[in-house]
């Protein structure tokens, strides 16, 4: 298992075998960790921040040694999601104009989306039944509900 958070020094992440017994880990960067997902085709973890310069995103093999990589936008990215079906991690963000939706193949690589509107977006989910992804937003005008095939 592991788990990220948005505080401390050096030590954002953490893994457990048996989600009992955790061991903290240093994270790529000192950054507002939000969310993680694992891709088991991949065998990448990848996770999202709410804070950082040129990297807001990190991935790990195996939860324990991570690298930056490069979200195509500076957004507060707010939570992850890998869809097996599509091959494909996406990922929603609390801020940002006309791109609070990213994507992306293998966890590096990642291309901006636009969001269905420009609110405060917060969490994303895969549905394998229904083949589509789902995200809600805690605030905003209008429908606080957006889905995806793709």
Known sequence: LVAVALSGTGNRVMTSPDGINWT??????????????????????AAVAGSGTGNRVMTSPDGINWTSRVAPAENSWRSIAWSPQLGLFAAVASSGTGN???????????????ATADITWQSITWSPDLGLFAAVATAGVGCRVMTSRS
């Open 24 to 45: 903290a880990r240093a994270s790529a960067a000192d950054n507002n960790w939000y969310s993680v997902a694992w891709s088991p085709q991949l065998g990448l973890f």
């Open 100 to 114: 609070r939706v990213m994507t992306s193949p293998d966890g590096i690589n990642w291309t901006i989306r636009p």
